[in-house]
């Protein structure tokens, strides 16, 4: 049993000896990238606010140019809908 132990810590030492050095220059470095953590943020498409009911549309809240248009895209959608009850003298 001792004699398979001494074989694989020669085995072992002997491996390890011919594994590559540590590079001797900065110029056999690789550069260092250092990476932050960052809260991605993407635009909410139109099927979004779609999903939004016409009566909590005045809560939603808006991060970009291309999401005030869906918003009022939906916002139009909602008066229509809601147009044909209202009687033509408040429609003017």
Avoid: N, W
């Avoid at 590559?20 to 953590?37: H, M, N």
């Avoid at 960052?38 to 991060?63: H, K, N, T, W």
């Amino acid at each position: 049993m001792r004699r398979i132990s001494a074989v694989y810590t020669a085995i072992l030492l002997g491996s390890s000896a011919s594994l590559p050095a540590a590079p001797e220059t900065a110029d056999d470095e690789l550069p260092i990238v250092r990476l932050s953590p960052a809260v991605r943020e993407s635009d909410r498409g139109s099927d979004f606010y779609q999903r939004i009911p016409c009566r909590e549309l005045g809560a939603a809240d808006v991060r970009t140019d291309a999401e005030r248009a869906h918003l009022d895209a939906r916002k139009k959608q909602c008066l229509e809908k809601y147009r044909q009850f209202a009687p033509r003298s408040f429609q003017r």
